[in-house]
């Protein structure tokens, strides 16, 4: 699934793309890619068309196209989708859900091989530039807002363990799977690791880990596994060549040159050092 870096690399560009060009009339595809849309497809269209996008934003995963009725379009990627923008009458995507054309012939394109992405059209929330729907979702740590000493006390006040607070939504925002290996390994931290057992010093390390494998992943415009995650040209991102963990399994450590090894974690996987990253006792 898309993480920030990615949801980031595609919010930027949409915002090269998309800002100030006028929606036209919209077609859903596939009824499922509004599903969250509750009042349906003609209701999501008929919102959209004659809009025109202003501002472009992201929190965590989710992004949106702030228009000019003070309403949003949010957008959510899920484990394939895809936001291209395309010349007008290039022939579709095999995959193709949503078609939002604009002026100046361009078109945006929901393109969702595995159909859990979504689009819809939502309202401000409690903070005006935030969508509703999103409102609960923690900041990102790349958010201007983000408070590393707020986290930190709040992941230490966790009974649970350190990578599955790291994947949760409403503690920090963005971080999934890949990065989440990532920064563990660089932190010398194994995944089933007790939060509340880490010190402050060992959180904030790992918050710094977080922050840099993120950065460091969107500058070579995120990362690519399966062909399904690309940019709005339809390019692929680079970072798989700079992991350490993820994806590895039975290669070569960078630091110690023991095996990575694939463990079951939350019907997914995590990948970790057995000799860097010691797994605590009762496991392994």
């Known amino acids: 699934m898309p993480e920030l870096p990615e949801v980031e690399v595609v919010r930027r560009g949409l915002a090269e793309h998309a800002l100030g060009r006028t929606v036209g009339a919209v077609e859903v595809l596939h009824p499922r890619a509004v599903r969250r ?14 809009r025109v996008p202003v501002e472009a934003h992201r929190r965590g995963k989710y992004m949106w196209l702030l228009l ?9 990627l899920g484990m394939s989708g895809q936001m291209l923008v395309q010349p007008t009458g290039k022939p579709d995507e095999k995959h193709l859900r949503v078609r939002l054309p604009l002026s100046d012939g361009v078109e945006l394109r929901f393109v969702d091989q595995r159909t859990f ?5 939502d309202v401000p ?6 969508p509703a729907s999103v409102d609960h979702i923690a900041l990102d740590p790349l958010d201007p807002d983000f408070v590393p000493e707020v986290f930190v006390r709040a992941l230490r006040a966790r009974r649970t363990e350190v990578k599955r607070a790291l994947l949760d939504q409403s503690l920090i925002s ?4 890949i990065y989440a290996d990532e920064a563990l390994w660089r932190s010398r931290l194994h995944w089933a690791r007790s939060t509340h057992g880490l010190s402050k010093a060992q959180v904030v390390e790992l918050l710094g880990h977080v922050r840099d494998v993120m950065i460091e992943a969107l500058e070579v415009g995120g990362t690519t596994f399966d062909g399904l995650y690309v940019d709005v040209n339809g390019e692929s991102g680079y970072f798989e060549r700079g992991l350490n963990a993820y994806g590895r399994r039975d290669r070569p450590c960078g630091r110690c040159g023991s095996s990575i090894i694939r463990e079951a974690f939350m019907n997914r996987s995590s990948y970790s050092c057995p000799s860097c990253q010691r797994a605590p006792r009762g496991r392994g």
Do not use: I, P
Not at 37 to 50: C, K, M, N, P, S
């Open 37 to 50: 849309h509750l009042a349906g497809a003609t209701d999501f269209a008929a919102r959209l068309a004659g």
């Open 68 to 76: 000019d009725s003070g309403e949003m379009l949010l957008v959510h």
């Open 117 to 121: 992405g979504h689009l819809m059209v």
């Open 125 to 130: 929330g409690v903070r005006q530039d935030v």
């Open 174 to 177: 963005g971080v999934g799977n």
